[in-house]
């Protein structure tokens, strides 16, 4: 195979560590790919890497970040954690953990030049083996350990009817009354929310995708595209007026998508009583 990298203006790159496929990626993914992978491997406290993301499923531009599963020996991981330190040796320019998106072994860094978004997944070698995506083995140091890194996918769960529907109203009068309040920044939170926890997923699904690509509103553009200019009315200007239509929108959005999916039926005395009192506000 000829493990080569282009860009789009033809720049052809050197790509010893690619022996899984024949991907096109833009070229400055390709070398700090390249660059990482070499740094990592002469480590003592690294025993594998793999890659995700846009890099393995052939969706890769050059705005795709680059994200790594690193592999480390288990006495190290948690020191290689404190401090971002493994990030600050490998050279980034920036670097935080991943606690807010309850992921503690991540390590979201910044790279430069060109300035690349990186993210590091540190796990054990009894970790390694979790999976949500395809991933591509760069180096491993324990053949043993790279059996064990050939487990079954796991599949995200997407929008859950019995987690949606006690809560979705709520949602909707509580963004209504915000507005009416005029803490219109609070009421765009509240749809922003909306979009990424309920209507997102839902139009997803809808759409026919599952798993990790229906989480939040990733790649919705193209994903969802049906669904696009609805989800679009949900957006709203920062005033009262604007965020009550927006909530209207987001209201009939809701009803469509629980109908397309053929969800349980809703609680009507709860929607009628939201409805009426979105009705009202929006009368005023």
């Not at 040796?89 to 606690?99: M, N, P, Q, T, V």
């Not at 609805?230 to 920062?238: F, G, K, M, N």
Request: net charge negative.
């Amino acid at each position: 195979m000829d493990e080569r990298v282009g860009d789009d203006a033809g720049a052809v790159l050197e790509r010893p560590h690619r022996p899984w496929r024949d991907l096109t990626w833009p070229a400055a993914h390709g070398e700090w790919v390249e660059r990482l992978t070499q740094s990592l491997e002469q480590r003592d406290d690294i025993r594998a890497c793999l890659l995700g993301g846009s890099l393995i499923n052939g969706r890769s531009d050059p705005y795709s970040d680059i994200d790594f599963t690193v592999v480390c020996r288990d006495d190290q991981r948690d020191s290689l954690l404190a401090g971002e330190r493994l990030a600050h040796e490998l050279g980034c320019l920036s670097a935080f953990g991943g606690d807010h998106l309850r992921e503690p072994r991540l390590l979201i860094c910044l790279f430069s030049p060109p300035l690349l978004h990186v993210d590091l997944k540190l796990v054990t070698a009894d970790e390694a083996g979790e999976r949500v995506e395809p991933r591509a083995l760069l180096f491993c140091k324990d053949p043993r350990l790279a059996t064990q890194m050939e487990s079954e996918q796991i599949e995200l769960p997407g929008p859950e009817p019995a987690w949606v529907m006690p809560r979705v109203w709520t949602w909707l009068h509580y963004g209504g009354t915000k507005a009416l309040r005029g803490e219109v920044f609070e009421c765009l939170d509240l749809l922003g929310f909306l979009r990424a926890r309920v209507l997102g997923p839902m139009a997803l699904v809808a759409s026919g995708y599952s798993g990790l690509a229906v989480q939040g509103v990733r790649r919705f553009e193209t994903r969802a595209a049906g669904y696009r200019e609805a989800l679009s009315r949900t957006v709203a200007q920062p005033n009262t007026a604007a965020c009550l239509s927006a909530l209207e929108a987001a209201r009939g959005l809701y009803l469509e998508l629980h109908g397309a999916l053929g969800w349980p039926e809703i609680d009507h005395d709860t929607a009628n009583a939201v409805s009426a009192f979105l009705d009202a506000a929006r009368a005023e």
